[in-house]
């Protein structure tokens, strides 16, 4: 079975030169830039390393390389740009963990310019697309998660602002965040999906508590409290009561902009799974075959779709389910490749002492990790339900 990807010959001409050009700037701005298998083991040193490579990066336009140029981008065709993927895994330890954990910074982009002001254009877009801004989604509350328009945190106008009331939870990772993306009630007695807004909410201002989660994979979460919190009415993104369509806008933006999590982790984890299997004789037994067989399989069939998803919104296409559907595919391949590694090392794998654990505790890793990307922005389950309705065009 073939799963190659294939240029013509213009097109690999083009790679090739961007690519030489790309090179040519990692060795000159690369340095230091990097992090370990474990987000939860980043230092703040690191972070900041890592933040710093990220804006030069975006000085260039490469943290969103497809957009267009005006809109803080490199105006690459998706082509072209897939370089700028491919040469940060081959340079960078654990490219994953190198974008800031819990940053979502491209899909607060995606919201911005598909329902933004024009004075949002004009001060917000340009830090989000060029990696100069972190931010985290704050969606899931104590009781509310997967089934958003169930949130119960309020915010309600008052003049120039809208007093935020309520509690977030699972949100973030370590260090801090340039702003929060919050989803409440503005209008609650408007019907669900219709009674949200969304708004980009300085964490500085008065009001706002925040505790950590110390989690079992990746870096801290936290819980965040909003006390009577005023935020400034320009800080909404899109029209007051339309918090689900900029929630919607903002799942493209997570396909074209920004370096974080995809499917480097379990693509550069099953390589190296394989090749211990090989060497350590594991690769024998029909159990572990079978095993690495639907991992690999379910690997290569998630990166098409990833291909076909970042085409679409790299050339400006209409998306429905393809985003849900990379992040269903996401959580499955995970889970599927951690099967891989139970069937090959058994207790082993679960272990990350120096002394036992196959490739240096990286598989033990690896389990906590796909059990539990199993869960943030929804369930399987009710990714299955978001995928059906965003083919069927299904109401909430």
């Not at 999906?193 to 801290?220: C, K, Q």
């Not at 935020?231 to 370096?259: C, K, M, N």
């Not at 690999?296 to 296409?317: F, K, P």
């Not at 559907?325 to 996401?330: F, H, I, K």
Request: aromatic share 8%.
């Amino acid at each position: 079975m073939d799963f190659e990807t294939r240029y013509t010959a213009e097109q690999e001409r083009e790679r090739e030169a961007f690519r030489a050009e790309f090179r040519a700037w990692l060795r000159e701005n690369a340095g230091g830039a990097g992090a370990p298998p474990d987000p939860g083991d980043l230092t703040r040193e690191q972070f900041e390393a890592n933040r710093a490579f990220l804006r030069r990066l975006g000085e260039r336009g490469w943290f969103a390389p497809t957009w267009p140029v005006e809109h803080g981008g490199a105006g690459l065709a998706p082509h072209v740009a897939r370089v700028v993927r491919e040469e940060l895994e081959a340079a960078l330890p654990h490219l994953e963990n190198v974008h800031p954990p819990g940053d979502i910074s491209g899909a607060a982009a995606s919201a911005v310019r598909e329902l933004g002001s024009e004075e949002q254009w004009r001060t917000l877009l340009p830090r989000l697309v060029r990696g100069e801004a972190v931010v985290w989604e704050l969606y899931t509350e104590p009781d509310a998660g997967s089934d958003l328009p169930s949130l119960q945190s309020t915010a309600l106008r008052d003049g120039d602002a809208y007093v935020l009331n309520g509690t977030k939870t699972f949100a973030g990772g370590h260090f801090e965040a340039d702003y929060y993306f919050v989803l409440a009630v503005s209008n609650a007695d408007r019907p669900r999906r219709e009674n949200l807004s969304a708004f980009l909410v300085p964490p500085d201002l008065p009001g706002i508590t925040m505790t950590d989660l110390d989690m079992m994979a990746g870096s801290l979460k936290r819980t965040i409290i909003f006390d009577d919190v005023r935020v400034p009415a320009s800080q909404r993104v899109g029209e007051e009561g339309r918090g689900w369509p900029v929630f919607e806008a903002s799942l493209h933006g997570a396909l074209t902009v920004g370096i974080g999590p995809g499917l480097d982790r379990a693509f550069e984890v099953f390589d190296r799974l394989l090749a211990y299997c090989k060497e350590t004789n594991a690769s024998a037994e029909p159990h572990v075959q079978d095993a690495l067989v639907r991992a690999y399989v379910g690997l290569q069939v998630q990166r098409l779709v990833l291909l076909r998803a970042d085409w679409l919104a790299s050339s400006g296409q209409p998306v429905t389910y393809e985003g849900t559907q990379v992040a269903l595919g996401r959580k499955l391949v995970d889970l599927k490749l951690a099967d891989a590694i139970h069937a090959a090392r058994g207790p082993l794998s679960m272990i990350k002492d120096a002394a036992w654990a196959p490739l240096e505790g990286d598989l033990e890793y690896f389990h906590r990790y796909a059990i539990l990307m199993a869960h943030p922005g929804g369930t399987v389950e009710i990714q299955k339900l978001r995928m059906f309705r965003g083919m069927t065009g299904g109401a909430e």
